[in-house]
């Protein structure tokens, strides 16, 4: 038996610096086991990537990448303690969190506080054509469950089948008192997060796509979202930081071999390819970049899984203005739907020196619409964007108001070919499947990535998805050579 398996102690290659890559080198380290980190890209963080517009800690700041977390995802909390970084947590204000933010309607854009009427009426025609006269609070419940879904679905779910899962929805809830959850001066806004807390019969009764919906809508709008104030990055450079082993930066993995008793990688930095040799080897990549890498040595099952499943698009653009001048507009922060190709415009916080300018996430799309702006070139895209900003905030028309734009496309990103796996549409047991054997090693290559979660596209997924991938690697029980018996 080599020394490596006496001593308990293993040397693994990690695949990717993202956040599953990174605390997956982390917790092996914490065991006592060798690691090093290869990264194709020129950072560390992977889809955790926050833009700052110059040096220094004063310096305006986009998250490009995931920019808040739900309080309750244990995980990712766990580290944020760890790193010392829980006093940095604040709110993360979403869609509908502003009343003075803007909702784009057939009439136009309008105060989230004025939006009922026009939200309701735009409601019965597309729900009540012939006039069965829902109650009053029936009518607001599809209105504003009707506009969340406007504002955060793919442009691919936005027609039938959204059309189909609201309706099942008023089916589920015509029974149901719906008057404790209006809220606001008129009685006219309705609180579905309040709602669903209080009877989560509705979706337990419901269908697996409504799950899907409803936990997508649900948490995008949640009140309970934090965000880390200085940046999200802290999370993923604070861990690297803590690192012993290396992490190479701009070392692309161009093939994986899987052998018997090792891990063979093929390596590109500086224009070279070489050969590594890993006795273990962890890939934490999308699949979505995977699937176009040569990879010998893994089951049929294995190349199914990794070319099934979906990714859907996120793109952002984002501008550095002279001033936030949607203060002065009556925005305190949170986000408006813009509609359009550009979908959500967030305020973010003021952070640092004011007199270096103010970020405003300009675009936020995902799905289909991300790819539509993605695939058009940057200075195209950033055009776009403004034009059609501008039409809600005309201030952005004027002389040196936007300093800087920046975007990122993460579709079109050679790293990642994606935002983050989607599962819309599949019932639990089909999750549960897509889950387990994403996650499955093959021989002593493992895999982790929030594509082998329970929970996709969010940080917590892929940490969780990175716990396990060490918990396998750990508990792996190499074979002994051919002839060892109990006496050798």
């Known amino acids: 038996m080599d020394d490596v398996a006496r001593s308990g102690v293993k040397d693994v290659v990690v695949i990717g610096a993202g956040i599953s890559g990174i605390v997956a080198a982390y917790e092996l380290e ?5 690691v090093e980190v290869l990264e194709a890209a020129p950072w560390p963080g992977g889809r955790i ?39 940095r947590l604040s709110t993360f204000r979403s869609l509908f ?30 729900y009540d054509p012939k006039g069965v006269h829902y109650r009053r609070e029936v009518l607001l419940f599809g209105s504003w469950l009707a506009a969340i879904g406007d504002a955060i679905a793919p442009a691919n779910f936005r027609g039938g089948p959204r059309g189909e899962i609201i ?65 999200m990055d802290q999370l993923p450079l604070g861990l690297a930081a803590r690192l012993r082993g290396p992490v190479h930066r701009d070392h692309e993995v161009v093939g994986i071999e899987v052998g018997e008793d090792d891990v063979v990688l093929r390596v590109r930095h500086g224009g070279r390819t070489s050969v590594r040799r890993a006795d273990y080897a962890l890939c934490t990549i999308p699949f979505s970049v995977l699937r176009a890498i040569p990879c010998s040595g893994i089951s049929a099952a294995k190349r199914a899984i990794i070319d099934e499943v979906a990714y859907w698009s996120a793109t952002k653009v984002a501008f550095l203005c002279r001033e936030p001048f949607w203060e002065d507009d009556g925005i305190s922060g949170g986000a408006s739907f813009t509609g359009g190709r550009v979908r959500q415009t967030y305020y973010p916080p003021v952070e640092g020196d004011r007199a270096r300018g103010a970020v405003l996430l300009a675009s936020y799309t995902m799905g289909d619409d991300a790819d539509v702006l993605g695939r058009l070139p940057k200075a195209e895209r950033h055009a776009v964007v403004l034009d059609e900003v501008a039409a809600m905030h005309p201030q952005l ?11 990122r496309a993460w579709g079109q990103h050679p790293w990642t070919l994606g935002g983050g796996v989607t599962r819309w549409g599949k019932d639990t047991e089909a999750c549960i499947a897509e889950r387990d054997a994403a996650a499955r090693p093959e021989g002593r290559l493992f895999f982790a990535g929030e594509h082998c979660s329970s929970t996709t596209a969010w940080i917590d997924g892929a940490i969780e998805s990175a716990v396990d991938a060490v918990r396998r690697i750990v508990a792996f029980e190499p074979h002994p050579p051919v002839g060892a018996g109990v006496g050798s």
């Open 167 to 231: 309706r099942e929805l008023i089916g589920l809830a015509q029974d149901v008192d719906l008057a404790p959850f209006l809220r606001g001066e008129a009685a006219d806004r309705f609180d579905l997060h309040g709602f669903f807390a209080e009877h989560p019969q509705i979706r337990q009764t419901g269908s697996g796509r409504l799950h899907r919906f409803l936990d997508d809508i649900l948490s995008e709008t949640s009140p309970d979202l934090v965000r880390l104030d200085g940046g």
């Open 397 to 407: 028309a004027q002389p040196d108001m936007v300093l800087e734009t920046v975007s």
């Open 97 to 126: 969190s502003d009343e003075g933010a803007y909702h784009t309607t057939s009439v136009g854009f309008i105060r989230v506080k004025d939006a009922a009427q026009t939200l309701v009426a735009e409601f019965r025609q597309a």
């Open 49 to 87: 990537h926050t833009h700052r517009f110059g040096e220094g800690v004063t310096a305006p700041f986009v998250e490009l990448g995931a920019m808040r977390i739900p309080a309750h995802h244990r995980h990712t909390m766990s580290y944020v303690d760890e790193l010392g970084l829980t006093t």
């Open 30 to 34: 914490r065991l006592g086991h060798r």
